[in-house]
């Protein structure tokens, strides 16, 4: 890992929110290295709730999986934050957990 640069971290420093860190990080929304961080933030939070909400429940991967009507590798791939998934199915798994997802295209 490169070492930070002292104008970077006067600027860090100097930040008054999280979005003025994100911008000196990771560019202002809508630049790659920003979008791509967006995105491996709400994989993450997506692979938070499965795995909280199967944990909440005492369950093992197999038990949840098979509550949930799915496989045991996909929840283990879902709590890795592989979403490599179709969408029908995350949405079943999703409303079988009682929550709902949305989403938007912008």
Do not use: W
């Amino acid at each position: 890992m490169a070492e930070m640069t002292e104008e970077k971290r006067k600027a860090i420093m100097e930040c008054d929110n999280f979005e003025q860190l994100l911008e000196i990080e990771y560019g202002k929304r809508g630049e790659p290295a920003r979008e791509q961080f967006e995105h491996d933030a709400q994989m993450f939070i997506l692979a938070e709730c499965v795995k909280e909400q199967r944990e909440s429940e005492g369950l093992t991967q197999q038990q949840f999986a098979e509550k949930v009507g799915t496989q045991k590798s996909v929840i283990s791939k879902l709590e890795r934050g592989n979403f490599d998934i179709k969408l029908p199915a995350l949405f079943s798994i999703f409303q079988k957990m009682g929550k709902r997802i949305s989403f938007s295209i912008a």
